[in-house]
């Protein structure tokens, strides 16, 4: 096996970036590991595709390890390019996986698939989703239930702890926002943070509603966990996607720019007259999108609709089956 390959580089003295591929717009998805002897301890998995394993294996044996010595998994939060193959890689090796009580909640719904099907075809439908477009996101999401396999959850990691392992001391920040229960992992002696979607270089991450639990803000999570990394003194951030960066307050601050200012046209948008969010997203969002574009611009929306609304800007009507939302 070669000794170089081009898809892991070192952050630091014995901690390592690996690009994983991903058959998306993103093209990638960015694992850490360090070293705990001979063993591994791994950030975040990749997704459960044609290739992603082989390129793991591939990234660690440069480090002379096999999946077989990964010990522990550590968990940003539960999107499939995140969590993928954790369960692929425990059933080899026996690795401990941790995550967030919410997260673990979340990967026990997904299996069930009638109830995750009925609860997003009715948000969708009652916020004016059109029929056939709903018809193909949920063909869609039906086929990407494969791309994380199975797995239970064995250790919860709770918000502020600090965990000691392998040498190395790190905090687990907890950054609702992008997805309930999402965490960041911030070692404070080396100055990094592992952002997960959390803070990313070159693109907002989407905001979407948790379905069932309708208590919670994603923007106002979001934002709050925005200014829990903001001001963390770190030497480098590395993201899920894209390349390590360094500046993270002016990256988070260009980030809640850019919700300010999308709130502001999800405002204006009602104040032209009563819409669904289905069609205030039409507003918002003015490019050509793909249906499952329609589907994120839809959710994000939403979660603007959710802090006009505790605002007291905007209010909510029922009319024909649908919710519709009327300036105050
Ligand atoms: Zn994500």
Known sequence: MSKNDRHIREISRGFYMIDLPMPFRLGHVNVFLYLREKRGILFDTGLNVHGVMPQLERALATLDLTIESIDDIFLTHFHADHCGIAGLIKKRSGATIHMSEKGKRHIERMGKATLMVETMTNFLSRHGFPSKTLDSIMRLFSHFRN??????????????????????????????????????????????????????????????????????????????????????????????????FTDLTARVDEIKDHHRERKALVLESVRTGAKTTYEISLDVFVDDLSEFDKFLALNETYVHIIELIEEGKIGEEEEEGHVVYVAR
């Open 147 to 244: 791309v994380t396999a199975p797995f239970e959850v064995d250790e919860i990691l709770e918000a502020g702890e600090v965990r000691s392992i392998g040498g190395r001391t790190f905090e687990v920040i907890s950054t609702p926002g992008h997805a309930n229960g999402h965490d960041c992992f911030y070692f404070a002696d080396e100055g990094i943070l592992l952002s997960g979607d959390h803070v990313l270089p070159h693109i907002t991450p989407n905001l979407g509603p948790d379905l069932f639990d309708p208590d919670y803000r994603p923007l106002d999570s979001f934002l709050g966990s925005l200014d829990r990394v903001r001001d963390l003194p770190v030497t480098i951030v590395c993201p899920a996607h894209g390349a390590p």
